[in-house]
């Protein structure tokens, strides 16, 4: 179902549970005279973060705690369904009447649905962030930035993948079939988020369950629709042994089982030294 179409009995629940976009600093001791009411200073924009989060998993609280570490006045939204537990330390929870079955379609649907009208860092959730992030300041004139896959680009691509038929993909390589990774992605808004939905719901029922994001993704950014900067995973969400104590990263990636027992470590290593 297209979000936005919904009937009245599938509409999503949106959870207000923290802190508004915008906060307000006031300042008590500017009044212009006596009894008048406090003068309003500056106005501070929050920093959104989006990440999906669905069932039990123990290490998306290191992901919240790396954001709330970095970017204290940040906005976290956690998308999820009807039944996941809200992780502790986000600020709003997203509930969304969905097939979680189908992860990939659920995703970008949730995405979409959630009508952010504003920028925000959507992430994976086996990530650290590691510094302050600015989607404003990142994005400049683009509408959106994509994650460019900056290792293992020569691989072949796995063509029976958790069992799944990709062989017309047979003899390609991962840089040519998947050239963004779906981990780090800042918009300007959810237009991206439903145009690649709109795009996932048309492609064969394989990819609603894995690698329907990046083929969407991928679809919608070749199409020229959107203007669309990329940045390399290398940078923004770098696996973690091919970072730089010299040059870090925005975040580290620890994709797969096998990095993402080192993820408690390293956070310690990180955040508490």
Not at 54 to 70: C, F, M, N, Q, W
Request: contains cysteine; glycine residues 4%.
């Amino acid at each position: 179902m297209i979000p936005g179409k919904e009937s009245a009995d599938e509409k999503l629940s949106y959870e207000r549970t923290g802190l508004s976009t915008l906060a307000v600093e006031r300042d008590r001791t500017a009044r212009s005279e006596p009894g008048a009411p406090p003068r309003y200073q500056r106005v501070i924009r929050m920093t959104n973060f989006v990440f999906l989060h669905v069932g039990a998993d123990p290490y998306v609280e290191l992901l919240v705690h790396s954001i709330r570490k970095t970017n204290p006045n940040a906005r976290v939204i956690q998308c999820t369904d009807k039944l996941t537990e809200k992780v502790h330390g986000t600020t709003e929870i997203y509930r969304h009447n969905g097939d979680t079955s189908n992860l990939m379609t659920f995703r970008l649907e949730a995405f979409s649905a959630l009508r952010l009208q504003e920028p925000a860092i959507y992430l994976d959730t086996d990530m650290i962030v590691l510094g302050e992030i600015s989607p404003e300041a990142i994005l400049k004139d683009s509408q959106v930035i994509c994650c460019k896959r900056s290792f293992e680009r020569d691989s072949p691509i796995n063509t029976s993948f958790r069992g799944m038929d990709l062989s017309e993909y047979q003899h390609q390589t991962l840089a040519e079939v998947y050239p963004i990774i779906a981990c780090f992605t800042i918009t300007e808004d959810s237009s991206f988020w439903l145009e690649c939905f709109e795009d996932l719901i048309k492609l064969d029922q394989k990819f609603h369950r894995w690698y329907g994001d990046q083929e969407a993704m991928r679809n919608v950014a070749s199409s020229g629709k959107f203007r669309i900067n990329y940045l390399p995973e290398s940078h923004i969400a770098c696996l973690p042994e091919f970072a730089q104590k010299d040059i870090s990263p925005l975040c580290l990636h620890f994709k797969g089982g096998q990095r993402k027992v080192w993820m408690k470590e390293i956070f310690d290593e990180v955040f508490n030294p």
